[in-house]
Every structure is written in C-alpha cells, then in structure tokens.
C-alpha cells in the first residue's frame, strides 16, 4: 500500500511539473499578450533551455515568432529577420496543438510570401522564395489539418496578380526564344493558369525548330529552375499525324561531357505520361577534323554520318531521323532523352 502510495505521489509531482509554466515562460506570456513580441521570444527561448515549459509553450512562443515576423514586414518587406523568425516557427509546428494557432500561422507566411511576391523590380530569386513560403505554408496546413482553404485562396490571388504583370510582356517578346524563357518563369510560379498554359503550349509550337539555348540575348542571370536540361533539343522537321510523329530530332550538349548518342534512349511522352520509344538510328554528329594541306592543317566542325549510335561532344550537335507510333488516343507532348550524365526535353505544344 505505501508502495503504491509513493508511486502514486510521484506521478502526481511529474504530471505537476510537466503542466506549470516556470517564470521566464510566465514572463514570456505577459510579454505576448502586451505585443512585446522580441522580449516575448527572449524568454521562451530562456525557458526552453531551462526545460521548464507547460503543455501551451510551443503553441504561445509559435504565435510570438509569427506576430513579430508580421511586425517586421511592416516596417521592412524584404527584412532577412522575417525570415529568420518563421523558420524558427516551422520548427515548433510538430509540438504545436491548438488549431488556430496553425491557421495563424500558415496563413500570415502565406500572406507575406504573397505581399514580397507583388513587390515591383524584384529579381526572379526573391519572387521564387516569396512563392516558396505560400508553398511551405499550403504543405503545412494539410499536414495540421487547419487553414488550407485560406492558404489556397492567397496562393491563387499571388499567382493570378503574378500573370497578370508579367505575361503580356513575355508573351509580346519578339524573340521567340526570349519570349518562351520568360514565359517558363511565370509557369514555375503558376503552372496551374489557363492563361499561362495557353501562352507555353503556342510558344512550344512555335519554337518546335528552335533550340532554346538561353544566354546572353535574355537579359538577367539565367535560373536554373528554366533552364535545367543538359541536352537541348530541335526538331527542323516534325510531321504529326493520327498515330505517328517523324521528324528530324536534332541535339546540342551542355553537359560538360563527351558522350554516345544512343537514339534507343529517345521517347515520346504523352500528356498523360505513357511513353513510346524511337525507332530510327541513323543520322550525323559535328566532329573536331584536321583540315588543309600538310603544315597548314586546322581543326574545324564537320558533320559525321553514323548508323547505330553517334557520338555527342559537349557543345556539338548532332541530328537523328526518328520515328514514333503509338494509339490515337496518344497525345504527345515531349521527347525526352535520357542518360547517365544528364536529361534532356523537347516539349511540342498542344
């Protein structure tokens, strides 16, 4: 009986300890609650190192890190503080237990990662990282089970204000190529819009023959989220019919390697993601050739016919005759050539 009285007392004295808030936490709510949020964070973060913290600590320390990252996009938008203060609450999200402090939340960084996005002259870095917070919220929202409506709602109002800037400028480049590049960027931010989708679809028929080399002619640093294919692809030719595509499948190297082209590793992938391989091995590759007379020789480019496989130098072209078939159901919509030192597309447009 003592025993048991002994264990009882002790798990009374645990239970006890585990739901009191000590003095700095004590200390940390009074400051919350008078919108002190910086001293509110000081001294939850005392208390957490002490381990003196009750069963509402992480939910009032979250809600003191986000009313502070929303005091400080008041006075500074692109603050790097902001950002410092939501990462901090990311990390409490798992202990975090009242729903409303979640919606608190998600939807204050949804609705920050939504304002930096609308900001003018912004570089495309910031307008990804503004999107990417809208995105870390929706994904913890679902995770929780608390906000996503209200996030989803202020994801489609950045991307639709996002278009409504940027498209008609891309869509009105008058270098296709260009033209396609900027476009690109807007579907990474929106890859769901009507709008944008129909602007991409014309633009790829239009530059079926083009390869999208992207340097120089666009203007800004190059983003690696657009231009993110080792292999760029041409099609001087294309003939689409019920069931088939031919064509002429032209290819630039920017791996950094010198490589074989196997035209077996060519595939046509259909908008609903079932695929068909190639047939056809023969076409022609660029070479480095010593030309001219002897002690006048030079090196130059010179296209070498091949049958069964070619070989690809990095920033050498090389050109294959293929063919596809497939049911009439099948609506192709890119090929794609794959090997062990990198991925290449070539989207056709709808």
């Known amino acids: 009986m003592k025993k048991m009285l002994i264990a009882s007392l002790a798990a009374a004295v645990a239970f006890t300890m585990v ?36 069963d509402e ?44 402090v979640v919606e608190e939340y998600v939807t204050k960084l949804a609705t920050i990662g939504k304002q930096q ?66 476009i690109m960027k807007i579907a990474e931010m929106a890859p769901e819009n009507a709008e944008v989708k129909a602007a991409l679809n014309k633009s790829r028929k239009g530059t079926r023959g083009y390869f999208l080399i992207f340097g120089e002619q666009i203007g800004e640093p190059v983003s690696r989220r657009v231009d993110k294919w080792g292999y760029v ?55 480095e050739v010593l030309v001219g007379k002897k002690g006048q020789e030079k090196i130059e480019k010179k296209k070498q016919n091949f049958k069964g496989k070619g070989k690809l130098m990095n920033e050498f072209q090389c050109s294959v005759n293929v063919s596809f078939s497939y049911a009439k159901d099948f609506v192709p919509d890119y090929i794609e050539y794959k090997d062990e030192f990198g991925i290449g597309r070539k989207y056709l447009g709808q």
């Open 19 to 54: 739901g009191c808030k000590g003095t700095n936490e004590k200390r940390g709510d009074e400051h919350l609650k008078e919108g002190r949020y910086r001293n509110a964070i000081n001294s939850y973060l005392e208390a957490k190192k002490k381990g003196s913290m009750s």
């Open 57 to 100: 600590f992480y939910d009032n320390f979250t809600l003191a890190l986000v009313r502070a990252a929303e005091t400080e996009a008041k006075k500074d938008l692109n603050s790097d503080l902001i950002n410092g203060y939501f990462d901090k609450a990311s990390v409490n999200m798992a202990d975090v237990q009242n729903a409303e």
């Open 117 to 182: 996005a609308a900001q003018e002259g912004m570089d495309y870095g910031t307008i990804v990282n503004a999107f990417a917070k809208i995105d870390t919220a929706l994904a913890t929202a679902k995770a929780k089970g608390a906000g996503e409506a209200a996030v989803k709602a202020i994801r489609t109002e950045a991307e639709n204000a996002y278009v409504a800037k940027n498209l008609s400028e891309a869509v009105g480049e008058s270098d296709p190529v260009v033209s396609e590049y900027q």
């Open 233 to 287: 692809m041409a099609l001087p030719t294309i003939k689409i019919a019920p069931g088939s595509l031919s064509g002429e499948l032209q290819f630039w190297a920017s791996t950094g390697n010198n490589t074989e082209l196997d035209p077996s590793k060519i595939k046509l992938v259909s908008t609903d993601g079932k695929e068909v391989f190639a047939k056809g091995n023969s076409g022609w590759c660029e070479a």
